[in-house]
């Protein structure tokens, strides 16, 4: 188990415009690390960096403490498993499984027993001797996981691994790799622009926007804290809701009028700012609670849950989520309500504005 | 209507395979005939008679210039083969300055006609003494800008990140252009291998040239040697020698033209 530390990474393909800006980082032993963002963000590019496959233009890549910077991929002892898996067509499974480790003088009979542990870990016993083309996506994957961990290396590199599968098994492929993960306790970096993959598999994560880190922490507190408006609507399924909003002494006022009463859990700035929620915390108002009156626009029944989609003001439409099935349709006028403390604000340029308010942490385990 | 199609298309088919293959046929049945017969322009031989075979072996060395052909043959296109996927795997997967510049200048070669380069090859194979030697004969074909090209447009097709995961598992580049890229090209490197085998095989000017014995000497000049030895040719003989000459080309290429549509198939189904 080895440390992986990026110290200010600068990443340019043409020598002009950076893909990667002033990254560090550093990625403790045992421990998953998903890297997540939009396609384009320089996910992938990081990984490659890591790997060796990409050259870094100017920072450090330390692994154990030790530059590897200039180090080919083959001397880094990690282990990398691709997004269209990048097995050999023509070699069988146990083949393709052993192909890497002649390099490092493992004997046959050592190969073959690591061939076989692999295979039993991930159910591929009864297709060593198949083609990649024989097996189904899922297998395939597997084999590709297997090829990995055959080579015992410490380092195991994912570059969205499960884009490629069906909802499904992709859940399914999810806790299996946490658990292999968390079995053989090897350091995972882990990229995907999945984000409820994130959310799930990840000790910590890094959000990524434009080849600049935006956030770097543990899913939870990363989606209750997030550090501006591009984490606060990248993470979370539906995403936070954001609308610009002015401060007035202690009402919130939304455009065409719609104002909220805040009595403790004040914005620290008085300007004009954006307030976001998520849509758990938006509720159906009791008669004693401090409501407003929205028209719903659209529902969305998912049978444990549903998603209420309603006009904050004419241009803008929050959802709302409530659990279980409720019977409200389109149209009507629903009186709602919102914790005050589960309202985040954020500066109009998106970053979050720093505030600390006791009730704060009580409100957080309330939702959890 | 769709009967008539078929059968203006089926018509002109055969019009055409009579007018390719008659030369061929033509050739097959004179070697056959006696010489008056061919004088007197018989297409179809009044008997068949197998005295031109056995004279075309008796006349010429025919045995020893088809073991000759084949032996050059068979190393052009080992050569080519080899030097060809070596360059192609260079192209594609190894990264270095100038790459690009280089690639297009090697096949900016193939705008020089084989004809201009040949004093100077001449010259370059008579300095090295390989005169008269199969060295002669088969090395200044070893480097051809088409089969590099060939191989590299197939190479080209094989997914990057094959090479990326042989990286980073440490699999060296020989190892994995030996296991991985060229069982993937299995269909171009026999192309290319009857290409160059069927191209060397009907090889003249070059043989001629760099031969003047016939323990080294080729098929194609044996033919044309039979035409010139005599004051009256005797065609029958010739015919019956070129139908023994093309008959391992008509082999190969049915064998190749096998391998090729299995291969084709493969790719077409994965």
Known sequence: MEQIELVHVYKSYNGKDNVIHDLSVSIEPGEFFVLVGPSGCGKSTILRMIAGLETITSGTLLIGGIEVNELPPSERNLSMVFQNYALYPHLTVEQNITFGLYKKK??????????????????????????????????????????????????????????????????????????????????????????????????????????????????????NHPSNTFVASFIGSPPMNLAKAKVLESLLLFDNGRAMRLHHHLPPSTQQIIVGVRPEHIRLAKPSDDHFIAKVVNVEVLGTETLVTFELTKNEHWIARWSGQWNIHAGEKVPLTIDETAFLFFHENGQRLDHSIPSYAAGKGEHQ | MNVLRTFLLYALLVICSVVVLFPIVYAFLISFMDGAEVLQGHIWPQKFTMKNYVAAFQKVPLFEYLFNSFIVSFIVMLGQLIISSLAAFAFVFLKFKGRDVLFFL???????????????????????????????????????????????????????????????????????????????????????????????????????????????????IGLKQMQSQEISTEWGVVMAAVIVVILPTLLLLFVGQKHLQKGLMQGAIK
Not at chain 1, 120 to 147: I, N, W, Y
Not at chain 2, 132 to 144: D, E, I, K
Not at chain 2, 163 to 170: F, I, N
């Open chain 1, 106 to 223: 493992i004997s046959k009979q050592e190969q073959k027993k690591r061939c076989l542990e692999a295979a039993e870990m991930l159910g591929l016993t009864d297709f060593l001797k198949h083609k990649p083309r024989q097996l189904s996506g899922g297998q395939r994957q597997r084999v590709a996981l297997a090829r990995a961990i055959v080579t015992h290396a410490p380092i195991c590199l994912m570059d969205e691994p499960l884009s490629n599968l069906d909802a499904k098994l992709r859940a399914k492929m999810r806790s299996e790799i946490r658990q292999l993960q968390r079995r053989l306790g090897i350091t995972m970096i882990y990229v995907t622009h999945d984000q409820v993959e994130a959310m799930t598999m990840a000790d910590r994560m890094m959000i990524l926007h434009e080849g600049r880190a935006q956030q770097i922490g543990a899913p939870l507190d990363i989606y």
């Open chain 2, 106 to 220: 090697c096949i900016a070669t193939m705008l020089i006609p084989w004809e201009a380069t040949m004093i100077p090859n001449f010259l370059t194979v008579q300095k090295l003494g390989w005169l008269n030697s199969y060295l002669g004969l088969t090395v200044p074909f070893f480097a051809s800008a088409f089969g590099i090209f060939l191989l590299r447009q197939h190479f080209k097709t094989i997914p990057l990140e094959l090479y990326e995961a042989a990286q980073v598992s440490g699999v060296g580049r020989f190892r994995f252009f030996w296991n991985i890229v060229l069982p993937l090209s299995r269909t171009s490197l026999i192309t290319l291998g009857v290409y160059s085998f069927l191209t060397t095989w009907n090889m003249y000017l070059w043989p001629l040239l760099v031969t003047n014995n016939d323990r080294v000497r080729t098929v194609q």
